[in-house]
């Protein structure tokens, strides 16, 4: 297994994406040079506004009615992580490549293993979150 640091973007750690067929992923945008370096191996790699992004799936579903479990998802610390990542996050994240043959064709993929948060910008952010505490200066001013 291997680690690819990046800003995250479309990510569904927790939750799969059920679109289509029910996949946890993140579009993870890595420097160019990265992302040339997957693309000649064959994963996939997409272009977004935000720069070039190594795409890295895990599916819900397997052969034989097998359910693969989510990502890990940890903080900075290594501690379990409960959070919604929203676009933007920097996050670290731990994948195994794979490669298939199928009717004669080869396909290559990254597995989701686990993502490491590092910087945070949660989705949906509890009510009240984004105050700033008041410190003795602002209390004066009042």
Known sequence: MAILQGTAYWVSATTPNT???PVYSVNLVVDEDTAQDFQARGFPVKMMDEGVAVVIKRKVNGPNGMVRPAPRLVDAYKNPLDARVGNGSE???QYKEWQSEWKG???FGL???AMQVLNLIEIGSPDG???DAMDS???DEL
Do not use: G, I, L
Request: without cysteine; glycine residues 0%; negative net charge.
């Open 19 to 21: 679109t289509f067929e």
């Open 91 to 93: 996050v670290k994240v």
């Open 137 to 139: 200066e602002m209390e």
């Open 111 to 113: 597995d989701f293993q």
């Open 105 to 107: 064709k080869m396909f």
């Open 129 to 131: 979150s984004e105050f």
